[in-house]
């Protein structure tokens, strides 16, 4: 039968996957090397793998198999196809609700602490509005779109009778299932829009008029290509210690014509007497000294992601809280000096514990010229996004 031979496939995955690669490309590798797989074969598989970490560390002492079956019975919207199945080898009835097939599950094997992972380190504010860690639910696929592609893409999924959810003030809409983006992204250009969970694009719009920003940690440019598109006139610098990724940052924003983004490859505790960035484009020179306003959306545990990869969370071990936690002080203190007076730091993380959220309030009241504005938790309430943590300071005179 297809489901015992996919769940064999997926129980070789789990095992040869240790936590230290990539799973998304883990997969794409095998299906690469194993073209007998079709396209439904595939799609179950990867659900299958994802689900086993979506259960977290529940039944660790069952055989993987169970917990591969589960997980998908749970998670998958392909397992109803396998509603049969699913009854004659466990003896689980299918439900349409997720809320019914967890009863279901709990019924028979027991409780399923989901939300309760990692507790005695979370910020007590997020514990306080029942924010959690759950890997439980999986994250909607957001999308920011160029400002002015928007009335043409929107025109196109109408046509195409592709679902979608909008919000009524940003660019900015989502899918409500895999099937329905894969459908999108078959005929939209990767230059039309920036893959943005929710949680980000409620941090952008809470930056305040940017006109000039250092984006410090800037990874492959999704902040700073976002702030682009709210604010077309803003000047904004972008760094990242890896040379591949400020590579990948450039492709994008020259495939999105986007014109207003200098960069350069620091580490930033290394950083040199007189800083340097560069247009690659037009080859502009800009040597600041110092900055109005500086983004650094630091390193961190990554937990307010866990939704979307539960796989890390699964291998996740207590030691990086404080590893991460002493690494995000000691890049605040090198970045301060070169703020503006009247200036603002926006630290972000998207991370739910203390040590990397909170704590950070008490460095900056040791800060004499440090005037706390305000601290936010983006997430939304249902689950369906990752959760972000911004604390905002202002540079005094």
Request: net charge positive; with cysteine; glycine share 4%.
């Amino acid at each position: 039968m297809r489901w015992d031979t996919y769940l064999k496939t997926a129980q070789k995955i789990t095992i040869e996957f240790k936590g230290d690669s990539s799973l998304p490309l883990l997969l794409k590798q095998y299906f690469r090397n194993n073209k007998k797989h079709g396209s439904t074969d595939r799609r179950c598989i990867s659900d299958m793998v994802f689900s086993y970490y979506r259960l977290g560390r529940n039944w660790m002492q069952d055989h993987p198999e169970k917990r591969l079956a589960i997980g998908f019975y749970l998670f998958s919207h392909e397992a109803k196809k396998a509603a049969n199945w699913f009854y004659e080898r466990y003896e689980i009835v299918w439900h349409e609700s997720k809320d019914d097939r967890l009863k279901e599950i709990e019924k028979k094997y027991g409780n399923m602490p989901f939300y309760r992972t990692y507790d005695t380190y979370k910020s007590q504010d997020l514990i306080a509005l029942e924010e959690t860690v759950p890997t439980i639910v999986e994250p909607l696929f957001w999308l920011h779109i160029r400002p002015s592609k928007w009335k043409e893409i929107i025109y196109a999924l109408q046509e195409k009778k592709i679902d979608y959810i909008t919000h009524e003030t940003y660019n900015v809409l989502a899918f409500k299932d895999v099937k329905s983006y894969n459908q999108f992204i078959q005929w939209a250009s990767p230059y039309h829009f920036l893959i943005q969970d929710w949680s980000t694009i409620s941090l952008l719009q809470n930056l305040g008029e940017v006109h000039e920003i250092w984006d410090a940690c800037a990874g492959s440019g999704g902040k700073a290509l976002g702030i682009a598109y709210r604010f077309p006139k803003a000047k904004i610098f972008a760094s990242d210690i890896r040379k591949s990724i400020i590579h990948k940052l450039h492709e994008r924003a020259e495939g999105q014509n986007i014109n207003s983004i200098f960069t350069q490859i620091y580490d930033l505790k290394e950083l040199p007497q007189n800083l340097l960035f560069s247009h690659r484009k037009n080859r502009e020179k800009i040597y600041p000294t110092s900055f109005s306003q500086i983004l650094l959306d630091a390193p961190c545990t990554g937990s307010g992601t866990w939704r979307r990869e539960p796989e890390k969370a699964f291998f996740f071990q207590i030691a990086e809280i404080s590893r991460y936690g002493k690494l995000q002080a000691e890049l605040i203190r090198i970045l301060w000096p070169y703020l503006d007076k009247q200036g603002y730091f926006d630290y972000v993380t998207c991370s739910v514990f203390q040590m990397e959220n909170e704590d950070k309030i008490k460095l900056f009241e040791e800060i004499p010229d440090a005037q706390l504005i305000s601290t936010n938790y983006y997430f939304d309430d249902k689950g369906k996004s990752n959760t972000l943590f911004h604390l905002r300071v202002k540079k005094l005179d």
